[in-house]
Nanobody, 116 residues
Framework: QVQLVESGGGLVQPGGSLRLSCAPSGRIFSTYSRAWYRQAPGKQRELVAHMINGDSSYYADSVKGRFTISRDIAKNTLYLQMNSLIPEDTAVYYC??????????WGQGTQVTISS
């Protein structure tokens, strides 16, 4: 069973930066879309950034200009570069992948905490 493995979360002060990474534990033959979601305590999971067929197509208004989604094709790794972090960015961040056959994969989540 292929899983998505995330890394890069942690505790950072307001104004700081983090880069999240997400890679599958095994081979996935076709990818249609990849995304980052987050879920803050007491809130619903929300879409942060989204790529379809390698093109970044969406950013939540709350992160535009601060977050960048990207991928390394050779490593089959998805990244989320997060700059100018604010306390409201505190959440568990999840990566997501949908294959060309419509199969969905989720990461286990990585905690991001913004606090002074």
């Amino acid at each position: 069973q292929v899983q998505l493995v995330e890394s890069g979360g942690g505790l950072v002060q307001p104004g700081g930066s983090l880069r999240l990474s997400c890679a599958p534990s095994g081979r996935i033959f076709s990818t249609y879309s990849r995304a980052w979601y987050r879920q803050a305590p007491g809130k619903q999971r929300e879409l942060v950034a989204h790529m379809i067929n390698g093109d970044s197509s969406y950013y939540a208004d709350s992160v535009k200009g601060r977050f960048t989604i990207s991928r390394d094709i050779a490593k089959n790794t998805l990244y989320l570069q997060m700059n100018s972090l604010i306390p409201e960015d505190t959440a568990v961040y999840y990566c997501f992948l949908r294959t060309g056959q419509g199969v969905d994969y989720w990461g286990q989540g990585t905690q991001v905490t913004i606090s002074s």
